[in-house]
C-alpha cells in the first residue's frame, strides 16, 4: 500500500482507536440476527446471526473502508468521544508565542491545533 503523505496514519493506527459499535437486534420479520455498525461511520455496516459474528462483520467492512480511504487520501475521522475539548489556560512567553502564531498561520491551523499536536508527537502519540 502507498499512502499519499509520508505522516499520514495507518490502518493499524486506526484499528486500534476505540471506535464505538452499536448493535441492534433484527427482528424476526426482518430476518433475525444482529446489525453493527460504527457509531462515527454510519456507512460501515455488518450483520450476524450473533453479536460476535455482526462485531467480526462490521470490523472487517471497517477495515475495508479503511484501506480505501488512505490509498485515496482521505481524511479519516477520530472516534467522537475522544474529541470532546476542554478550555485551559497557560502561560506562554511572548516570543515563544510570537512564533507558534507565526507558524500556524504559514501552515493554515489555529494556535490550539498546532499546541495539541505538538504536545501529542511529544508524547508520541
Known amino acids: 500500500m502507498i499512502y499519499k503523505e509520508l505522516n499520514m496514519k495507518t490502518i493499524n493506527y486506526y484499528l486500534n482507536l476505540d471506535y464505538e459499535i452499536i448493535i441492534r437486534k433484527i427482528t424476526s420479520q426482518d430476518g433475525g440476527g444482529y446489525f453493527a455498525y460504527y457509531k462515527d461511520f454510519k456507512g460501515v455496516m455488518g450483520d450476524g446471526e450473533t453479536i460476535e459474528e455482526a462485531i467480526n462483520d462490521v470490523k472487517s467492512a471497517f477495515s475495508c473502508y479503511l484501506e480505501v480511504a488512505l490509498e485515496n487520501g482521505e481524511e479519516i475521522k477520530e472516534p467522537s468521544h475522544l ?3 476542554k478550555r485551559i489556560n497557560i502561560t506562554v512567553p511572548i516570543y515563544a508565542l510570537e512564533k507558534i502564531d507565526s507558524y500556524a ?3 493554515n491551523i489555529n494556535r490550539s491545533t498546532f ?3 505538538s504536545a501529542l508527537k511529544q508524547v508520541r502519540v
Open 105 to 107: 498561520k504559514s501552515h
Open 83 to 85: 474529541m470532546k475539548t
Open 115 to 117: 499546541l495539541v499536536e
